[in-house]
């Protein structure tokens, strides 16, 4: 019987030293989150980050802001390290930060990294034909986002075949180069600055993209998927915003805000004014 109440005794203590531990307030949170990158899609911008590395992470707050030095809104939670922000509007510039917040409601100070983006117009699969034979369908309007005549006043880009060559040609006020192979569209984030063919048109190959500097200064890219001496089948991408040559992406680095956002702060739409 001395013995029980031994063995008893030692649970109790036991179990009433678990009992306080468990329920020990915590007030400590989580360190910022790091990494954080973007890319960009139309209508749409993807955010990244490492996941944190604490046990008691209960998940992440996304902010954004439409100025470098702004005010950042919360646009969205989320339990894994990736956000889409589906409110993004293509030609807008969209900064981000995360933070992490735990199970005790402790949240985290920004993100060192501050993230931007712009998302863009794309379009897949686009057929033109080669302007000596269907001249109203050999040329693209990318502000437009659409096929247009060759010769059509507003025409970016216009496919040629000629003598077993295949080419891409653009007006003399407008610059073109191939930027190489690719496996996609999204490989090339940023036009060149120098490059551009002199002759204002380029050799066209199957897997290249191509960056394109238009007449009233916009940047694009395309890729082609298929030619024929009849047709051409490309991917495209296209920069809203005038001079800027950002084409996918784009991330910036500062020293963390000066002060933790809250969780309740108010959510989507934002406001880009």
């Known amino acids: ?3 029980f109440f031994w063995v008893l005794a030692v649970v109790s ?3 009433t030293g678990c009992d306080h531990n468990f329920f020990s307030p915590d007030y400590l949170p989580p360190a910022p989150p790091t990494g954080v990158r973007t890319l960009t899609g139309d209508n749409f911008i993807e955010i990244f980050w490492k996941a944190n590395l604490e046990y008691d992470v209960a998940g992440y707050n996304v902010f954004a802001s439409s100025t470098y030095e702004g005010r ?3 646009i969205g939670s989320s339990r894994e390290p990736y956000f889409r922000d589906l409110g993004a509007i293509n030609g807008n510039t969209y900064y981000y930060a995360v933070t992490a917040f735990d199970y005790d409601g ?3 100070a920004f993100s060192k990294e501050m993230a931007y983006d712009i998302p863009r117009p794309e379009g897949y699969n686009v057929i033109l034909t080669d302007y000596r034979s269907v001249p109203a369908s050999a040329g693209y309007d990318f502000s437009d986002y659409a096929v247009v005549p060759y010769n059509h006043q507003n025409t970016d880009i216009y496919y040629e075949y000629y003598a077993g060559n295949y080419y891409m040609n653009v007006r003399t006020d407008s610059d073109i180069q191939d930027v190489g192979r690719t496996e996609s569209l999204l490989e090339i984030g940023e036009a060149p600055s120098e490059g551009w063919s002199p002759t204002h048109d380029v050799l066209l190959v199957p897997g290249h993209t191509y960056v394109v500097w238009t007449w009233d200064d916009h940047y694009a890219k395309f890729r082609v998927v298929s030619m024929s001496p009849g047709r051409l089948v490309f991917d495209w991408a296209y920069q809203l915003q005038p001079s800027n040559p950002l084409l996918k992406r784009g991330s910036a680095q500062r020293s ?5 956002p809250g969780i309740h702060e108010e959510a989507r739409p934002l406001s880009m004014n």
Do not use: D, H
């Open 1 to 3: 019987m001395k013995n």
């Open 13 to 15: 203590l036991v179990l």
């Open 72 to 74: 950042y809104q919360l």
């Open 106 to 108: 402790n949240e985290s």
């Open 256 to 260: 963390p805000a000066s002060k933790s």
